[in-house]
C-alpha cells in the first residue's frame, strides 16, 4: 500500500492512497493501478472524491484527509453466481474461517494486515483472504473487516464464492485457490459429470468469470460529490420510496455502487438498437435484445422519453431491483443513463412473458395444468418474498400477465417495479394523489382512493389466477358475455349460486 498528498493546504490539496492485494507481484500491481488509474479517470471525471476496484488493487482519491480513518460508508458485496448446496453448513464455516483471518490480520503484527486460510468443506476447499490498508489501526482493521464480513455473509450466504469491497478493507472468498494463481476456469473437469461436454464447460465457467469481472471494472466505480446532511438511505425509506436527493438526475449515473454499463456497449448489444433485435414494446418504451461482450444474452428495456415513467420511476426501478434477490424475481444485471437514454439490462427470459402464451389460442395449449399451477406458485412465492421476506417490504402495484416473464422452463419471474413502493415495517397502507398501474388490475380502494398496501397485489393476483385459470383476460371480456370484467363474470356466478 502507497499513500500521498499533493497541493497546496488549501482546498486545493488532493490526498491518494492504493492497495495492491499482498498475494500479487510487484509487476502486476503496477499494471494493475495504470488500469485503475484510466477509469478512475474515465467513469469519476469531476468527482471530488472517488475510489475504483480493479481485480487485485484499489484506488482511491480525495479534496479530504482520509489516511488512518475508518471508513465502511458503501460497502458493495458481489458474488459468484452458483449456489452452494447446504448453504446454513457453508455459512457457518466461512463465517468462522473469516472472523479468525480477521483477527490474525488485525492483531499479529507480522500478518500485516493481511491473511490467507484455506479450509475443508466436505469434498471441497475453502480458500479465505482477508487484507486492510496498511494506515489503519489494529482495532479499525479488525472493526472494518468485521463489518465486511457481516455484508457479504448477508447477501451472500448460499453464494460458492463472494467478495466484499471496501473503502478501507477487502473480503473474499471461493472455493479454488485464487491467492495461488488459480481461477475458475481451470478447475479440472470432473469426468463423473455428464452434464455436457468439456468444451461446453467451460465456455459456461468463463461467462462466468468475465461477467464478474465487468462488474468490477465497470461497475465499481464509486463516485461522491460531496453534500452535507444529505446521505440517503434506502432501507428506511417511506411510501414515497425516494426522495428528491436520490434520482439520478444532476449527478453522475456512476456515482451508485451498481453494475453501470455503457451506452457504448448497449449500442453493440443491440446492434444499435436495431428493429430486428426488438421484442416489444410497453408503456415505458421498447424492449430489445442483446448479446453483451461476455456472450450473455439480455433484454434491454429503452426508456421513452415520452413514457410515462421518469427519472423517478426509473431510479426506484434501479435501486430496488438491485436489492431483491429471489428465482421468481426477474434479475437486473446492469443499467445506464446517458443524456436522454435510461436503459435497464435484465436477464433473458426467452419465452417473453404470459400474457403471449395466456392469450393466444394456440400458445395456450402449450400451458397444461401442471405448468399452470408451477406459474401460479411461483408468482405466489415472489409476492410473498416482496411482503414478507425480503429485507424490505415492497408493494408491486402493477401485478399482470405482462410483467411475468417466463424462462426457459417456463418459470415465472415478477418483472417491472417502476411503479412498486417501499413499505417501513410498521406501516400497514399508504396513500397517493397520482393512480398508477393498470385498471382492472387494481384494488377497489386503491382505484377510487388511492389507499394501497399488500392487500393491492394479493387483489391484482387474484385477477391474474383467474386470468390463468380461464385463458381469458380480465378487460375485454364484455366481448365474449357481454359482462364488464371477468371478475365481475366470476362474481356473478360465484353469487347467483
Known amino acids: 500500500m502507497y499513500n500521498t498528498s499533493t497541493g497546496n493546504d488549501t482546498a486545493d490539496r488532493v490526498y491518494g492512497l492504493y492497495m495492491c492485494l499482498n498475494y500479487v507481484t510487484n509487476e502486476t500491481c503496477h499494471d494493475c493501478i495504470n488500469t485503475a488509474q484510466s477509469a478512475i479517470v474515465t467513469l469519476c471525471p469531476s468527482s471530488k472524491e472517488a475510489v475504483v476496484w480493479e481485480e487485485m488493487c484499489q484506488l482511491r482519491y480525495s479534496d479530504a484527509n482520509f489516511f488512518g480513518k475508518l471508513n465502511v460508508a458503501d460497502n458493495i458485496p458481489l458474488a459468484n453466481k452458483k449456489n452452494i448446496s447446504d448453504p446454513e453448513k457453508f455459512e457457518s464455516l466461512v463465517n468462522e474461517t473469516l472472523r479468525g483471518l480477521a483477527k490474525q490480520a488485525a492483531y499479529n503484527l507480522s500478518a500485516k ?7 475443508p468443506f466436505e469434498d471441497k476447499v475453502v ?27 448477508r447477501e451472500f450466504y448460499f453464494s460458492i464464492g463472494a467478495r466484499l469491497l471496501s473503502r478501507s478493507c477487502y473480503v473474499r472468498y471461493e472455493l479454488y485457490a485464487f491467492y495461488d494463481g488459480a481461477t475458475e476456469a481451470s478447475i479440472p473437469r470432473d469426468p463423473n459429470n455428464n452434464n455436457g461436454d ?13 461477467a464478474c469481472l465487468a462488474i468490477l471494472l465497470l461497475g465499481s466505480c464509486v463516485c461522491i460529490t460531496k453534500r452535507r446532511n444529505q446521505r440517503g438511505n434506502s432501507e428506511n425509506l417511506g411510501p414515497n420510496a425516494l426522495l428528491p436527493d436520490q434520482s439520478f438526475k444532476g449527478r453522475n449515473p456512476k456515482a451508485q455502487e451498481y453494475p453501470y454499463i455503457s451506452l457504448a456497449s448497449i449500442h453493440v448489444a443491440t446492434d444499435k438498437f436495431s428493429d430486428s433485435n426488438k421484442l416489444g414494446e410497453g408503456g415505458f418504451g421498447p424492449v430489445y435484445k442483446g448479446i453483451l461482450s461476455d456472450g450473455k444474452e439480455v433484454a434491454i428495456k429503452r426508456l421513452s422519453s415520452c413514457s410515462e415513467q421518469g427519472a423517478e420511476e426509473f431510479t426506484n426501478e434501479v435501486l430496488l431491483i438491485l436489492k431483491l434477490q429471489h428465482k421468481n424475481l426477474v434479475r437486473l444485471l446492469g443499467f445506464c443513463v446517458d443524456g436522454e437514454e435510461k436503459l435497464l439490462v435484465y436477464e433473458y427470459m426467452p419465452n417473453s412473458s404470459l400474457d403471449v402464451f395466456l392469450f393466444d389460442s394456440k400458445k395456450r395449449a402449450q400451458l397444461d395444468w401442471s405448468r399452470r399451477i408451477n406459474i401460479i406458485s411461483g408468482i405466489a412465492r415472489g409476492i410473498l418474498y ?10 408491486h402495484r402493477d401485478l399482470k400477465a405482462s410483467n411475468v416473464l417466463l424462462d426457459n422452463d417456463m418459470n415465472p419471474k415478477i418483472s417491472d417495479f417502476g411503479m412498486a413502493r417501499i413499505f417501513s415495517g410498521s406501516e400497514g397502507q399508504a396513500n397517493t394523489a397520482i393512480i398508477v398501474g393498470t385498471y382492472g388490475y387494481m384494488a377497489p380502494e386503491y ?8 392487500k393491492s397485489d394479493v387483489y391484482g393476483f387474484g385477477v391474474l389466477l383467474l386470468e390463468i385459470i380461464t385463458g381469458r383476460r380480465n378487460a375485454g371480456f364484455h366481448r365474449i358475455k357481454r359482462i364488464p370484467s371477468l371478475v365481475a363474470y366470476v362474481s356473478l356466478c360465484t353469487f347467483s349460486k
Open 113 to 119: 494486515m493481511y491473511a490467507t486460510r484455506d479450509v
Open 127 to 153: 480458500y479465505a483472504l482477508v487484507q486492510c490498508t496498511t494506515d489503519l489501526s489494529g482495532d479499525d482493521c479488525g472493526q472494518c473487516l468485521q463489518k465486511a464480513i457481516v455484508d457479504v455473509l
Open 198 to 210: 468439456g468444451r461446453g464447460r467451460k465456455i459456461w465457467v468463463i461467462t462466468i468469470v468475465s
Open 386 to 395: 416482496l411482503h414478507e421476506d425480503s429485507r424490505l417490504r415492497i408493494i
Open 447 to 454: 382505484a377510487m382512493e388511492g389507499i394501497y398496501s399488500v
